[in-house]
DNA sequence: TCCGAACCGTAACGTTCGGTACGGTAGCTC
DNA sequence: GAGCTACCGTACCGAACGTTACGGTTCGGA
């Protein structure tokens, strides 16, 4: 997809982007990568076109560990939503996630969904993905029960993230540690469980 | 606060705004307006404080209805509670929300988090207010159980707005009509229900 | 050793836009 | 009517920045 020069070149317009939000220029890119203008553009087309590579680039970082499916029984599957609400935390309140969500926010403004589109789809949906099948699996194994595996996903988000990514977006300055994050996903896999267990 | 004249200033701004999200200029606005770019600086100083403005007008705009706290018993606190539950979700799904939203969060990106604090207070914050007291209301009359009212509202939170806001924010179009915030502020209040009601 | 491709660094161009200056006008006061 | 204030419309200035152009360097292959 990109050679190495070229990750280089991502990375450090990634770490531009962190510190300085949407206000990088073409300019400190090439300064920061040690590379000229020339070739980002000749490279990546446009400022667009380096901002969406970006994306791109850091969503294929972000591998998402499987979880298995087999044995599936009260335990373990308080045990998977509780590692899937963690996993989504810890994405949610990092500080790249902050970054491109509001860069892709910036850009939906402009009407150009392409960025909303990767973020969402390698956010939000790739997470859901995972956990649709293991709710299913679950409603399966007679542990839970809803109508719409969707609608039971969306719940559980909604439990899991609250208010945390809108404050941060907005640029409250959360502290947000390992016990945090444990806690809460805990607490909302509690609420889930309270809703959607079969009683 | 305003006079009328900076009202209808501000009203054309934000209908800029919603129309071309962040990328709206001073000339446009002055131009929309039939105003000079003079008369704005002199009134807004520059362009950071017309957006501030033009927030806290909106914000100013938006009041809240308040509800009943007597005779509170299980049916008028589920009402109650549908009844927040539709404020938030209708809120939040306005195009002008949306449009505020963005250009907080995009301040915040650029260090600037006056718009985010702004938007948080008349948001989410404000419908908070209203909603804690109800909620301590309804421990008062055991009829709900918790030990914060600050984590009961998040959780509320959660369960109406799930992951509508960021979705939207993203650019994602999603229709919204008045029987779908219903029917979600009604789901939302079923499930709150189940997790805080005294059973 | 020569050639060409890729790339670096930098200079330059053109546009956009925030901010300022200025002339003209309507209305109000004395 | 003179003078003042507030405002409109427009022209202008300067900086930032996306984009392009160009000379110089490195390096792999014939």
Redesign the interface.
């Known amino acids: 997809m990109f050679t190495p020069r070229q990750q280089q070149v991502l990375t450090a317009a990634l770490d531009l982007l962190v510190e300085q939000?949407?206000?990088l220029t073409m300019t400190s890119v090439a300064r920061r990568a040690s590379c000229s203008k020339e070739t980002l553009y000749k490279w990546f087309g446009d400022r667009d076109g380096l901002l969406t590579a970006t994306v791109q680039f850091q969503a294929a970082k972000v591998r998402m560990p499987q979880v298995d499916r087999w044995r599936l029984d009260a335990a373990s599957l308080r045990a998977s939503l509780e590692q899937f609400g963690r996993d989504l935390l810890s994405t949610i309140v990092g500080e790249v996630s902050v970054?491109l969500?509001?860069?892709?926010?910036?850009?939906?403004?402009?009407?150009k969904?392409g960025l909303?589109?990767i973020?969402?789809e390698n956010g939000?949906l790739a997470i859901r993905r995972r956990l649709k099948s293991v709710l299913e699996a679950g409603r399966e194994a007679r542990l839970l029960r809803f109508d719409s595996s969707e609608?039971a996903y969306?719940?559980f988000?909604?439990?899991?993230?609250?208010?945390i990514?809108?404050?941060l977006?907005?640029?409250?300055t959360i502290t947000f540690g390992e016990s945090e994050i444990a806690r809460d996903a805990a607490?909302a896999t509690e609420?889930f469980l309270?809703?959607y267990d079969v009683s």
Do not use: K, M, S, Y
């Open positions: 939000g949407d206000r970054t969500n509001r860069l892709a926010i910036g850009h939906a403004g402009a009407e969904h909303g589109a973020v969402l939000p609608d969306r719940t988000f909604g439990l899991v993230v609250r208010d990514q809108i404050r977006l907005l640029g409250e607490t609420q309270a809703v």
